[in-house]
């Protein structure tokens, strides 16, 4: 009797009426609140990271200018140096900090170069810093060229974009979990905003689970049974900051179709599912899903073995006039 009235309370608010909206914005916003950094309170590793990976990224990208300004970012660098000095000390050396003492390095001899006098308590910080942690390949900036670039893009890239659809029937053939491991690797490529790279793909391979996960998703009635393996995607609250409560989804969204174009490029099919949910069953599905509480559901991807022949629905496009507006 009492789950019956739940039910239908939780009906009312989610289904029948806009109120369930709200509940789910302030359900983000208590995520937000309480996960994401703030750069006067960094106390968890995660967070630490995620701050050091924005700051050392300015210097990155202030490098890769094409005429960088002698000294740029003094008063960031500073505080990156103090930072990351913190770090190492607390929880020694990563990848992480030796970029980031690649992308000092980097900073000092663009400055020696420049003939700027480095005898000073701001270049002898530096160098201490990129002393006590050896530099790796992995900071700093990095020289392509345009040949290499178009020897890359010499391949029919619209025929693979119209290629990939939403697939909703897959052959009953077993996806090789690993492959799906190098379609994650290949989509980390994608871009996020200061390269934080705030997101998971969780893979399910367990079909009962999947089954479970799936009743919890509204998109995926007819084909249940031959999703294979399951994707959820999720954006860590962890890596952003003030003012980028969207950008989660933002970054969350570029992922997610690089792993969708990715796992076109691997020859699986592939249809993502809506996690549009009232926070209640989100937390349901992370929970079901070993999926931490700070972690925010972007979307499911369903994938599958593709059969010889099978239909799909033509989802027409837009014309280019109603989407495409020069500006002078
Ligand atoms: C975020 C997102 C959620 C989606 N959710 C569902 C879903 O729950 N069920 C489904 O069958 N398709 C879902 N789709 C697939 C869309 O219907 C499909 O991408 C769209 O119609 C364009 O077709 P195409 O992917 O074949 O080009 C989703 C797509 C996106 C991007």
């Not at 019956?4 to 909206?21: C, D, M, P, S, Y």
């Not at 990976?53 to 000294?71: D, N, S, V």
């Not at 990095?142 to 939403?166: G, H, M």
């Not at 391979?205 to 249940?224: D, P």
């Amino acid at each position: 009797m009492i789950t019956r009235i739940k039910n239908k309370i939780h009906a009312l608010v989610f289904w029948q009426t806009r109120i369930g909206e709200l509940f789910n914005k302030m359900y983000d916003l208590r995520l937000f609140y309480k996960y994401s950094f703030d750069k006067n309170h960094l106390k968890n590793q995660g967070r630490i990271e995620h701050y050091l990976t924005k700051q050392y990224h300015i210097i990155e990208k202030g490098l890769a200018l094409p005429k960088p300004r002698p000294e740029f970012g003094k008063d960031v660098i500073s505080n990156l140096v103090i930072k990351s000095t913190e770090y190492y000390h607390e929880y020694g050396k990563s990848k992480l900090i030796e970029s980031i003492s690649a992308c000092l390095n980097e900073y000092l001899i663009f400055n020696k170069k420049n003939n700027i006098e480095t005898n000073n308590k701001y270049y002898t910080n530096i160098k201490k810093f990129v002393t006590m942690v050896k530099p790796n390949k992995l900071g700093g900036t990095k020289i392509i060229t345009k040949q290499d670039i178009n020897k890359a893009i010499d391949f029919d890239f619209e025929v693979f974009l119209r290629t990939r659809t939403s697939i909703r029937d897959f052959s009953d053939k077993n996806v090789d979990i690993n492959q799906l491991k190098e379609v994650i690797n290949l989509a980390k490529l994608a871009p996020s905003v200061c390269n934080r790279q705030g997101w998971k793909a969780h893979v399910y391979n367990n079909s009962l689970l999947i089954k479970e996960l799936l009743t919890l998703q509204n998109g995926n009635r007819g084909f249940t049974d031959s999703v294979n393996k399951l994707i959820i995607i999720t954006g860590n609250t962890k890596a952003f900051t003030k003012l980028e409560s969207n950008q989660i989804y933002i970054d969350g969204g570029i992922f997610s179709m690089n792993v969708l174009l990715s796992l076109h490029s691997a020859g699986l099919g592939a249809v993502a599912l809506n996690t549009c949910l009232p926070y209640t069953i989100e937390k349901k599905v992370k929970k079901t899903g070993n999926i931490k509480d700070f972690e925010k559901l972007i979307m499911m991807i369903a994938v599958g073995e593709i059969k010889d022949n099978f239909k799909v629905a033509v989802s027409n496009r837009k014309h280019i006039d109603s989407i495409y507006k020069a500006h002078q």
